[in-house]
């Protein structure tokens, strides 16, 4: 479980690494930061699926994918709240600009990860 966390944490990182490349208002200073920022956002993404299942595919059927969404923005700007240097710079814009694409990036790290069997799939 704590394994499984921290390739989590880790995959996170390199995400976040990655789409502060990328010209969408999302800076990292190094990656220590990017670290501190995925261990952040994994630790939040772990306390909302602490929820029962039901309950969150109900809040996502009923809203159309909304509640998910803001969920996932939410995280985003508070884990760039906490760590001092990971910041966005156009505010809102920047957490769904990035909201958006660390979970793109972060799946498809995740998918090649899978492929090459560093990461055990999910059943």
């Not at 670290?35 to 159309?64: C, D, K, N």
């Not at 769904?96 to 090459?116: M, Q, R």
């Amino acid at each position: 479980m704590i394994i499984s966390f921290l390739i989590t944490v880790v995959v996170l990182a390199i995400s976040l690494w990655l789409i502060s490349l990328l010209p969408l208002g999302v800076e990292v200073d190094s990656p220590v930061k990017a670290l501190l920022g995925g261990a952040i956002i994994g630790a939040f993404y772990g306390l909302y699926h602490f929820l029962p299942e039901g309950l969150r595919t109900f809040g996502a059927v009923i809203s159309l994918g909304l509640i998910p969404l803001i969920i996932s923005i939410v995280i985003f700007g508070l884990a760039a709240l906490l760590v001092e240097g990971f910041r966005l710079r156009w505010g809102i814009i920047s957490a769904i600009l990035g909201a958006f694409a660390l979970t793109i990036v972060n799946s498809i790290l995740t998918w090649i990860l899978t492929a090459v069997g560093l990461i055990p799939a999910l059943s």
